[in-house]
């Protein structure tokens, strides 16, 4: 994922340290959350835009920490404490998004950049008000579950559109954010959340940015 885009990507603004920690431990949650791949070292660099080097040393840090493992030459995994932070972080990007997009129009291509500033800055409280406000919904604009405040997270499940055999059609859950441009696309041709997609109508793009749910399928 580009930095910049997606909830698992980061926009590259100055960070305080403890925001630094925060965003890895969103990015190390989000990537496993629509599929089984680890997450390691250097696809963790990929996914914030930084050097190996400077993911090394804060991986070290996560680790003293107590907020993540990383074995020798293994994959990234948050702790039961690095999750529920990561919980939290997720939760709060996920409000800001949905709150932009239905309080003030924002596209679902233009409200990461903003979240990521704002998710730092509002107390609890202000976002707890959000959440009451919005009826606490249950998935942002592009159908991520959001955790509820105890770090709850809705049930998920999809099968990626690319993946299916062509003719194949089913329901949107969900659209990786990781490509403004493919939202773009989509919103062009009236696809979203619940809209019913054909495997092999849409380019390859779109397809592997959609997840769906096919009728009848375990």
Not at 16 to 22: A, D, G, H, N, R
Not at 81 to 94: D, F, N, P, T
Not at 101 to 121: C, I, K, N, Q, S
Not at 150 to 161: E, H, I, K, R, Y
């Amino acid at each position: 994922m580009s930095p910049g885009s997606g909830d698992g990507g980061v926009t590259r603004v100055a960070r305080t340290p403890s925001q630094v920690v925060e965003d890895y431990l969103k990015v190390i949650y989000s990537h496993t959350e629509w599929q089984d791949e680890p997450i390691t070292p250097k696809r963790l660099g990929e996914r914030l835009g930084l050097a190996p080097s400077s993911v090394t040393e804060t991986v070290k840090r996560l680790m003293a920490q107590g907020l993540v493992e990383h074995p020798r030459y293994g994959a990234i995994a948050l702790t039961a404490a690095g999750e529920a932070e990561a919980l939290r972080m997720v939760r709060r990007h996920r409000l800001v998004e949905t709150w932009l997009v239905r309080e003030y129009g924002y596209g679902w291509d233009e409200v990461h950049d903003e979240a990521e500033v704002l998710e730092h800055a509002l107390s609890d409280r202000m976002l707890d008000l959000i959440d009451a406000r919005l009826g606490h919904p249950a998935r942002d604009p592009h159908g991520d579950p959001i955790p509820d405040a105890a770090g709850a997270v809705p049930a998920t499940s999809g099968l990626l559109l690319a993946e299916l055999t062509r003719g194949v059609s089913g329901a949107v859950v969900r659209i990786s954010d990781e490509d403004p441009a493919v939202l773009r696309e989509l919103a062009d041709r009236g696809v979203g959340l619940d809209s019913s997609v054909r495997a092999g109508d849409l380019s390859s793009g779109a397809e592997n940015a959609i997840w769906v749910v096919v009728a009848g399928a375990e």
